[in-house]
């Protein structure tokens, strides 16, 4: 009876409006994709003759810029965190959880926000107790395996195959690499990217994945968008050949499908989310620690989001759907009336990761307002906690 009424209390302010300034910041969760890093994909050398760029680290590790644009990040979120009375000095402990995937990239990631974030308190990143293995809570497979299940993903998957059409896409990207001079031209036969087939891949335990032109190009472009992002000289970024944005969109298209076709599926994306969300609504419903940080991966950003089942929404000024160093950030207030949620995409433009800009309250990165479609939000961007937790499938 007292949860109906506190219920209808939530609906009632949500109506009217809500006070603004008589809200208090509860509780922070914030799942975050790692920073700058290297190309996942080391040997590119065969698609295309021309002198790929060089790099510090080895394949998808963090470099120095991502560590130094993280910390921005991290000190942004202090000041933020500062404004709104949230934790004063260094925080106890038990109020504050770190956890990263333990990839080296996410693992630095966290490393470099806390630091920032929670200068000389001494908080350390947590992890899963075997750092050789992916974890469990960031893998992004299918963990019902039966073949009903990947029979439904498969069929899901290939549709949104029929539905892409990157033909432009690879047309530009072929332009660029000079495909017919390369060594997989001249070996395998592979000139022009729009006219191979795309093939998908479901092994147990492995994640969603398609080859052909799709996992090809999604490499290629990776490794031009992160040399962009470093700041490395136009003329090395893609040898000088992406001039405008709207080449830039045209070429990154692949990135976005790729991302579509392996994560963005209506119950696949569940399925995979699933320990991940667990998770997060454990935390949500303890109503501690005050702080949580998760580092994952874009994988993780796209599946917990389709998961969640958010209205559809757009990203202004950046290339990637779940953009470097973005963050996702669920956060709980109250009044005197009830508790709410509000959830906000916080990220770094292109612009500030390629000119390394420092961010901070007078100078924010981007932030777009998000909403789930089954917890109406106000004007303000606030819907009531009570039906944010009714969409709990995982108790």
Known sequence: MAATFMALLCLVALSKGIDIDSLKLEQVL????????????????????????????????????????????????????????????C?????????????????????????????????T??????????????LPILHNTTEANKNQVREEMENKLKEMNLTDSYIELSRILNLRTSDICKKLYLCELHLRRNEIILEDGEEPNVSGPLDIGNSIVDSFIMSYYEGMPTSEVAWGQIKTDQQWDLISKICKEN???????????KDIARPLVKYMFDIFKAGTPKFTLL???????????????????????????????????????????????KVEYVYPTTKQLRD?????????????????????????????????MKLNEYA
């Open 91 to 123: 925080p106890n402990k038990d109020d504050v959880l770190i956890y990263a995937n333990t990839k080296p990239r996410t693992l630095d990631t966290a490393k470099a926000f806390a630091e920032s974030a929670f200068q000389s308190c001494n908080i």
């Open 125 to 138: 990143v947590q992890h899963y107790e075997n750092i050789e293995i992916f974890d469990p809570l960031f």
């Open 259 to 269: 991302q579509n076709i392996r994560f963005n599926l209506t119950k696949g994306a």
């Open 30 to 89: 914030i799942l975050s994709r790692h920073n700058v890093r290297t190309p996942l994909t080391a040997k590119l050398e065969s698609y295309s003759s021309k002198l790929w760029p060089k790099w510090n680290a080895s394949a998808g590790y963090l470099t120095e810029k991502g560590t130094r644009l993280e910390g921005y990040m991290g000190k942004y979120i202090a000041e933020w965190l500062d404004s709104e009375d949230f934790i004063e000095g």
């Open 295 to 341: 580092v994952g991966h874009d994988s993780n950003m796209n599946s917990v989001i389709r998961a969640f089942d958010f209205q559809p929404f757009v990203l202004p000024e950046q290339f990637e759907p779940f953009p470097i160093g973005g963050k996702v950030i669920f956060q709980k207030w109250s009044d005197v009336s009830g508790q709410y949620l």
């Open 356 to 388: 390394g800009e420092r961010v901070s309250l007078l100078q924010p990165p981007k932030k777009v307002l998000l909403e789930l479609k089954g917890c109406e939000i106000s004007k303000s961007g606030y819907c009531p906690w009570t039906e944010f």
